[in-house]
């Protein structure tokens, strides 16, 4: 494309340096604008074809990274979900509901060791002169603590997680599932929350939007979504490059 209109350019200007020349000169005013607004028009083309896939990977950074944001609350919320309930949950309002209400036990492991009573009686030996001791580790409950207080804070931004925090989506919320995911003969419980790159890039090129869902880079988003999590793999993660987590400065 870009290849085209410099080469369309390039024309348009061989033909008005020959219409200098070889054109009768009552037609040249005519002629002269005719062709220099052809050649401000592909000139203009040529700056936009140039400049677009550059302001279009500015947007789509700063939108990705308010989304991602967001993606990475729902999934510690979720990571937390399933250490206190075993499973992920596909809804967000019990996933609210458990973070207004769910706490985490504060635990102490502690070593100890005793007598064994039975075993010394069999072998005729006394447990203060060599004989045997069975090892145990005791857990104490020391306290609860909040869950939401654990990973929140003061910040209620859990309650709204769910929505897409930009103004071109139009108030639409991520997409959340839940299942069991089988390997190896085992289940595992696993979640996917996710939003289409072409909703949040929606007002850009299609052309350009069409080349981004059709991805493939290891410093990129690949495929269609913008997600954290997998139905199809025992994956937690994100699928955004790590430069998407280093903190703002």
């Given at each position: 494309m870009i290849l085209n209109i410099v080469l369309?350019?390039?024309i348009c200007v061989g033909l008005a340096f020959l219409m200098d020349k070889f054109v009768p000169l009552k037609l040249n005013p005519i002629i002269s604008v005719i062709l220099w607004l052809v050649i401000l028009i592909l000139g203009y083309s040529l700056y936009k074809s140039i400049m677009g896939?550059?302001?279009?990977?500015?947007?789509?950074?700063v939108r990705y990274a308010k989304v991602i944001e967001n993606l990475k609350d729902i999934r510690v919320s979720e990571l937390a979900y399933q250490e206190i309930e075993g499973k992920f949950t596909g809804n967000f309002d019990s996933l609210v509901q458990f973070l207004d209400t769910a706490q985490f036990a504060i635990i102490q492991r502690r070593d100890?060791?005793?007598?064994?009573?039975e075993r010394n009686k069999a072998f005729g030996l006394d447990a203060q002169k060599g004989g045997y001791y069975k090892e145990e580790i005791i857990i104490d409950t020391l306290r609860f603590a909040s869950v939401k207080d654990s990973i929140f804070g003061d910040s209620d931004r859990y309650k709204t997680m769910m929505n897409i925090p930009?103004?071109?989506a139009d108030g639409a919320v991520f997409?959340?599932?839940?299942?069991?995911y089988e390997k190896n003969e085992t289940f595992y419980s696993v979640f996917e929350a996710s939003v289409?790159?072409?909703?949040l890039l929606s007002?850009?090129?299609p052309d350009l939007i069409n080349q981004e869902e059709q991805l493939i880079s290891v410093d990129g988003i690949n495929g269609p979504?913008?997600?954290?999590?997998s139905m199809n793999d025992i994956d937690t993660s994100g699928n955004w490059p790590k430069t998407y987590d280093t903190p703002k400065q």
């Open positions: 369309g350019t390039l896939p550059v302001e279009f990977n500015k947007v789509k950074q100890t060791s005793f007598a064994d009573v930009l103004e071109i997409e959340l599932k839940s299942g069991k289409a790159k072409s909703l007002d850009q090129n979504t913008v997600r954290v999590g």
